[in-house]
């Protein structure tokens, strides 16, 4: 895995005003992250280089209760990670059953191409042959997104959230 760079982190501002804007506005309790504050996030990490550290810089309001932030964001970090870790093993699993449909296929076409006949010996082979390309997508294409996907939600998760220097002094 990647050393994320701590050093010169990447900054994103948030400016709070009121804080309540930060949580869903279904949420009383809040401990559920806005969809707005959720998509302000998520176009400022595609700026971040890889590997480069995150701090969430708050500016604002001084009655701002930044633990009960940090908790919310703790929180929707690890939905996020656990939302991964399932669809990474549907993923996988799908792609197994399709690997084994496929070869299943394609052994049978081989094995009874004589007493099934030529053509549907080649259609039964090719329907296996789809399916073993299908399993082979997954782990070509969807798993690798996935796995991106885990390196950035470590990052957001090891990210600093503090106060301004600005809104300290």
């Given at each position: 895995?990647?050393?994320?760079?701590?050093?010169?982190?990447?900054?994103?501002?948030?400016?709070?005003?009121?804080?309540?804007?930060?949580?869903?506005?279904?949420?009383?309790?809040?401990?559920?992250?806005?969809?707005?504050?959720?998509?302000?996030?998520?176009?400022?990490?595609?700026?971040?280089?890889?590997?480069?550290?995150?701090?969430?810089?708050?500016?604002?309001?001084?009655?701002?209760?930044?633990?009960?932030?940090?908790?919310?964001?703790?929180?929707?970090?690890?939905?996020?990670?656990?939302?991964?870790?399932?669809?990474?093993?549907?993923?996988?699993?799908?792609?197994?059953?399709?690997?084994?449909?496929?070869?299943?296929?394609?052994?049978?076409?081989?094995?009874?191409?004589?007493?099934?006949?030529?053509?549907?010996?080649?259609?039964?082979?090719?329907?296996?042959?789809?399916?073993?390309?299908?399993?082979s997508a997954v782990w070509i294409e969807e798993l690798p997104v996935i796995t991106a996907r885990e390196r950035v939600l470590a990052m957001l998760g090891e990210a600093?959230?503090?106060?301004?220097?600005?809104?300290?002094?």
């Amino acid at each position: 895995m990647k050393r994320i760079n701590h050093d010169s982190p990447f900054v994103i501002p948030i400016c709070v005003g009121d804080g309540r804007v930060l949580y869903d506005e279904f949420d009383p309790a809040e401990q559920r992250l806005s969809d707005a504050f959720k998509g302000y996030l998520e176009d400022f990490i595609e700026d971040r280089k890889p590997g480069e550290g995150v701090r969430l810089e708050l500016t604002g309001s001084k009655d701002f209760d930044l633990e009960r932030f940090r908790r919310a964001y703790r929180l929707h970090i690890d939905k996020l990670r656990q939302r991964n870790h399932r669809d990474r093993a549907r993923k996988t699993a799908s792609a197994l059953r399709l690997l084994g449909i496929g070869v299943v296929f394609v052994l049978i076409g081989i094995a009874f191409s004589r007493s099934m006949g030529e053509v549907v010996a080649t259609i039964v082979s090719t329907v296996g042959s789809f399916a073993i390309w299908e399993a082979s997508a997954v782990w070509i294409e969807e798993l690798p997104v996935i796995t991106a996907r885990e390196r950035v939600l470590a990052m957001l998760g090891e990210a600093d959230i503090v106060r301004s220097k600005e809104e300290e002094a």
